[in-house]
């Protein structure tokens, strides 16, 4: 039993349960199955064969009363619907960009904005790269330049913000290829593939101060920013009286537009946005939108759809809201350090990363560890977590050669306001238990390989 603290308040999820769904466990026969047939990869079983699916934080949370009472408001018209005026006026107050693009998620506004800025040969500059992200950038014609801080790539650093970009490593790079070939630094908060690691809000304004002095423009993937500006306030001096809404406006401030998914801090199940302060930019992606999405008043959504992202946009600025949301993130992580589980440190704000080189040390990085891992997870207790190593690293568009990523995890990824603590209890003994028998764990080998984004169709075999 947990002893009561009596010189701390606990936080609490501010909301109650009003609807629930059933999930059910299943047998360790039929998960071994169930997990052969996917080809050892979580992407590919059934959600209904899944316990406690901590997969992705993306279109996994639930929604509140507010935002399902907006879905029965929705405007369907094909053009000039009002909810699209209501998301543009969230994204325009909480976040302060000018021109609001809706698109049906985030890759779609990353693949609208990197057509429309990146020139073939440029080079985008960014704090660790994102599968999506770099993807669509090397699409257009260019090429993504890591320029996050070393300790990103340490799992075991406890740098407060391993999320901020070296400035060194940033004008080195402009003076080496010119600030023409970069048409944008692409600065993600909080950084998804280092650990769910925040940005200081320091950072922030000295990256802006640099670009401003070479004419670069500076594009935030927005992701995740309310849980980088909760990490602002309790860890960066002068910010712990301030609401994250505040936050959030300033840390914005220090960038020209933004890309989201609005499936994850925005609180809705599907949906995305692009947003730009400059016209001319606007202009041009509207007009690709209409090609690629549908029209400047829709994107790829509903109505109903775009009442559910404005209203999650407000809710998602809450300081109740984000504080035990991360919170219970830190909660997981906190269980699994103090059992000496390998995890990547400090713990991020939407999930705790399992340290797959450490967890399998014999294992070697190409029999693929992490995803090895995630997979045994899953037989274990029937948790679905992600593999973030080398098979979502992929392989250089120019060598054909994989990358060896340092950072070789497994994600337990927390969706927002679905699970309880007794669930990341059952969550951390299942770890443990599986720690206990790490070294019976096998490695993998690729049985059927997709050319792109591979880690989402990948089919492996156990290596003999
Ligand atoms: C995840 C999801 C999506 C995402 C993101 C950041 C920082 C953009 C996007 C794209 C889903 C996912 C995507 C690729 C590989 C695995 C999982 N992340 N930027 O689970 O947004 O999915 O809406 O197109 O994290 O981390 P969208």
């Keep these: 039993m947990r002893a009561i603290d009596r010189t701390r308040r606990s936080w609490a999820e501010p909301y109650k349960i009003k609807v629930v769904e059933p999930i059910k466990m299943t047998t360790r026969p039929y998960r071994e199955e169930r997990i052969r047939e996917a080809g050892y990869n979580t992407f590919l079983l059934k959600s209904?064969?899944?316990y406690i699916d901590l997969l992705t934080d993306s279109g996994t949370g639930a929604m509140s009363d507010n935002q399902w009472a907006g879905m029965m408001l929705g405007d369907e018209a094909y053009a000039g619907s009002k909810n699209f005026d209501h998301l543009a006026e969230a994204v325009q107050t909480y976040y302060g960009y000018r021109y609001i693009v809706p698109t049906h998620q985030g890759r779609a506004a990353e693949h609208i904005l990197s057509k429309v800025?990146?020139?073939?040969?440029?080079?985008?500059?960014?704090?660790?790269?994102?599968?999506t992200t770099r993807l669509h950038q090397e699409l257009a014609g260019g090429r993504f330049v890591d320029v996050i801080m070393d300790e990103a790539h340490d799992p075991q650093s406890e740098h407060p913000f391993k999320g901020d970009i070296d400035l060194n490593k940033l004008q080195s790079w402009i003076a080496k290829v010119g600030p023409e070939r970069i048409p944008y630094v692409s600065f993600a908060g909080t950084v998804n593939m280092a650990g769910g690691q925040p940005v200081s809000m320091r950072n922030f304004r000295e990256v802006h101060a640099l670009c401003r002095k070479h004419g670069i423009k500076i594009m935030l993937d927005?992701?995740?920013?309310a849980e980088n500006c909760y990490f602002i306030k309790m860890r960066e001096p002068g910010y712990a009286d301030k609401t994250i809404a505040e936050i959030m406006?300033?840390?914005?401030c220090?960038?020209?537009?933004?890309t989201m998914s609005a499936k994850k801090d925005n609180l809705a199940n599907i949906g995305g946005w692009l947003a730009v302060n400059d016209e001319e930019t606007y202009q041009k992606c509207c007009n690709l939108l209409v090609v690629y999405e549908g029209l400047q008043t829709y994107g790829g959504m509903a109505g109903r759809d775009m009442e559910a992202v404005a209203r999650g946009i407000e809710e998602c600025v809450q300081d109740d809201h984000i504080r035990a949301r991360v919170g219970q993130v830190e909660y997981l992580g906190n269980l699994l350090l103090q059992e000496g589980i390998p995890v990547v440190k400090p713990i991020g704000?939407?999930?705790?990363?399992?340290?797959a080189k450490r967890f399998l040390r014999h294992i070697p990085q190409d029999d693929y560890p992490a995803q090895?891992?995630?997979?045994?997870?899953?037989?274990?207790?029937g948790v679905?977590?992600?593999?973030r190593g080398i098979i979502s690293a992929g392989r250089d568009p120019e060598t054909g050669e994989n990358y060896h990523p340092k950072l070789e995890l497994v994600r337990l990824t927390i969706p927002r306001r679905v699970y309880t603590q007794a669930h990341m209890d059952v969550t951390a003994e299942s770890v443990v238990a599986l720690w206990d028998r790490r070294d019976r764990i096998r490695g993998l080998e690729f049985e059927y390989e997709p050319k792109m984004l591979r880690f989402f169709q990948a089919r492996f075999r156990k290596k003999e």
């Design 48 to 50: 209904e064969d899944v």
């Design 249 to 252: 406006r300033e840390a914005c």
């Design 349 to 355: 704000g939407h999930a705790v990363f399992l340290d």
């Design 384 to 387: 679905r977590a992600m593999e």
């Design 254 to 258: 220090y960038s020209d537009g933004a």
């Design 117 to 131: 800025m990146i020139k073939q040969g440029d080079t985008i500059p960014g704090n660790m790269y994102f599968t």
């Design 372 to 381: 090895a891992l995630a997979a045994e997870l899953y037989v274990e207790s």
């Design 222 to 225: 927005a992701t995740r920013m």
